[in-house]
């Protein structure tokens, strides 16, 4: 068990160890659930989006209409490492 001190201003600092086991990283935030008997949970902060919100992404930003055939020999040329 990792354990923290609090300063006088009740600012903790995690050691590289925790922060790297929660994959939390410079700039990122960090989620704090209060829980009953004083307990609390940490965990990183994930973005949530909806397949709503991933469908949506690029509507109206395409003129062209692609077949099937050149959506597939697009990404064919991608793996490869083409444009």
């Known amino acids: 068990m990792a354990q923290l001190t609090v300063t006088s201003r009740g600012q ?6 925790v922060l790297q086991h ?8 960090i989620e704090l659930d209060l829980l009953p ?17 991933f469908v949506g992404l690029l509507a109206g930003r395409a003129h062209k209409v ?3 055939e050149e ?12 444009k």
């Open 71 to 82: 959506i597939n020999e697009a990404a064919a040329q991608g793996w490869a490492g083409k």
């Open 12 to 17: 903790v600092t995690f050691k590289k160890e």
């Open 22 to 29: 929660l994959g939390i990283r410079p700039g990122e935030k």
């Open 66 to 68: 692609a077949s099937l």
């Open 37 to 53: 008997d004083g307990r609390g949970m940490l965990k990183a902060a994930r973005p949530s989006g909806s397949m709503a919100d």
